[in-house]
């Protein structure tokens, strides 16, 4: 299995800030790396797919970066709406493992 | 985006056999792959499996000897089958669907499943 790993686990930060999560592979999975957005009680959102790509309506102030096994979200200035749980998922190989999440707070 | 919603009882007994239902749309245009998902209580998630319109299925090792994953006759609904369930199976279930393999681009709202005497 691909495991997958985040750093932090949980971050604080305040409204105007630029934050970055990093997401780190166990192999290589080239670009295949998806990120997720999480508030309580509400269905995980698709962020980002393909390590980079804007899933349709996400804000540009959402950027992925990354490839092998070393990937990057930044939020370039924090909105009230950001503060959730992000998680980064492969989409290389079965099973298709998610991360631990990062827990983003005030 | 169409709003799916998972159906099932919310609780089963340890050892008994959890089943949830999700709609699906299948149609000759656009081919789609059908996932469960679940998301123990504060937890993180973890892919279950998926059957795509063709019928063909691919589970996590760590589900593969108990789970089944299937789509009605009529192709209105895919269903999860997992048996022989014990507490650490309680979870919420989701139901998410791309039409590329180990995407999951759309999700339905999600059952929490109970697993307890």
């Known amino acids: 299995d691909i495991q997958m790993t985040q750093s932090p686990s949980s971050l604080s930060a305040s409204v105007g800030d630029r934050v970055t999560f990093t997401c780190r592979a166990s192999h290589s999975i080239s670009t295949y790396l998806n990120w997720f957005q999480q508030k309580p009680g509400t269905v995980p959102k698709p962020l980002i797919y393909a390590a980079s790509r804007l899933q349709s309506g996400v804000p540009s102030r959402f950027r992925g970066s990354g490839s092998g096994t070393d990937f990057t979200l930044t939020i370039s200035s924090l909105q009230p709406e950001d503060f959730a749980t992000y998680y980064c998922q492969q989409s290389y190989s079965n099973p298709y493992t998610f991360a631990q999440g990062t827990k983003l707070d005030i | 985006q169409v709003q799916r919603h998972g159906s099932g009882p919310g609780l089963v007994r340890p050892s008994e056999t959890l089943s949830l239902s999700c709609p699906v749309s299948i149609d000759s245009m656009t081919s789609y792959y059908w996932s469960w998902i679940r998301q123990p209580p504060g937890k993180g998630l973890e892919w279950i499996g998926y059957?795509?319109?063709?019928?063909?299925?691919d589970y996590n090792p760590s589900f593969k000897s108990r789970v089944t994953i299937s789509i009605d006759a009529s192709k209105t609904q895919f269903s999860l089958k997992l048996r022989s369930v014990t507490a650490a199976d309680t979870a919420v279930y989701f139901c998410?669907?791309?039409?590329?393999?180990?995407?999951?681009?759309?999700w339905g709202q999600g059952t929490l499943v109970t697993v307890s005497s």
């Open positions: 998410a669907y791309s039409q590329y393999e180990g995407y999951f681009d759309y």
């Open positions: 059957i795509s319109d063709s019928g063909s299925t």
